[in-house]
Each structure stands twice: as structure tokens, then as C-alpha cells.
């Protein structure tokens, strides 16, 4: 059974830092790319990086290009997402991905002063 749990979530001002974690159990996490999605209130699903197996690869979506990193760490199943000088518009649920469908429970970042 796949399980994808986030953590890491919470409140911080803007400008300030996150780091997001995701551990996966129940496929061979280094055989797959990982994504990480958000969805803010009233709008669609939208990717915001992903990593290949190996963690050779990376891909961004232009609006966090610069701030947000992410990584992985095969031997203990976990992705990450760096989120550095956040902004208010960064203010989503934060989805874990894997390929074919399979998707973490959330984890909200809300960016406030």
C-alpha cells in the first residue's frame, strides 16, 4: 500500500522559511520522480517541483524559481521542499505526489504578518 505523509507545515511571516518533508512507504521510492503540488483557496492544483529517482533532476515552476528547493533522501524514502522568502501568495496546502495517482494527505503553509 502506497502511503505519502507530509509534515512541516505551519504559519511563518513573509520572508521567512519552511521545509516541507515527505516520507513514503509501499513502492521502491528511488524508482520514481516526485512532485510537490499546492492549491490555494479557489484555485487549481498546480506543481511546483519535481525530482527524478536519482535526484540528478529538478524542475520548477517559474513562481518559486530562485526560492524554493527540493530534494531527497533515497535511504530514508523522504522528499523535501526548502521554501525560502516566502510570500503571502505561497499561502496553500502543500501535496506530496507520486506518479500514477498517488497523493499525501496535505499539509498547510500559510504566509502572514
Given at each position: 500500500q502506497v502511503q505519502l505523509v507530509e509534515s512541516g507545515g505551519g504559519l511563518v511571516q513573509p520572508g521567512g522559511s519552511l521545509t516541507l518533508s515527505c516520507v513514503a512507504s509501499g513502492f521502491t521510492f528511488s524508482s520514481y520522480t516526485m512532485r510537490w503540488y499546492r492549491q490555494a483557496p479557489g484555485k487549481e492544483?498546480?506543481?511546483?517541483?519535481?525530482?527524478?529517482?536519482?535526484?540528478?533532476?529538478?524542475?520548477?515552476?517559474?513562481?518559486?524559481?530562485?526560492?524554493?528547493?527540493?530534494?531527497?533522501?533515497?535511504?530514508?524514502?523522504?522528499?523535501?521542499?526548502?521554501?525560502?522568502?516566502?510570500?503571502?501568495?505561497?499561502?496553500?496546502?502543500?501535496?506530496c505526489n507520486r506518479p500514477r495517482g498517488w497523493w499525501g494527505q496535505g499539509t498547510q503553509v500559510t504566509v502572514s504578518s
Open positions: 492544483r498546480e506543481l511546483v517541483a519535481d525530482i527524478s529517482g536519482d535526484g540528478r533532476s529538478t524542475n520548477y515552476a517559474n513562481s518559486v524559481k530562485g526560492r524554493f528547493t527540493i530534494s531527497r533522501n533515497n535511504a530514508k524514502r523522504t522528499v523535501f521542499l526548502q521554501m525560502n522568502s516566502l510570500k503571502p501568495e505561497d499561502t496553500a496546502v502543500y501535496y
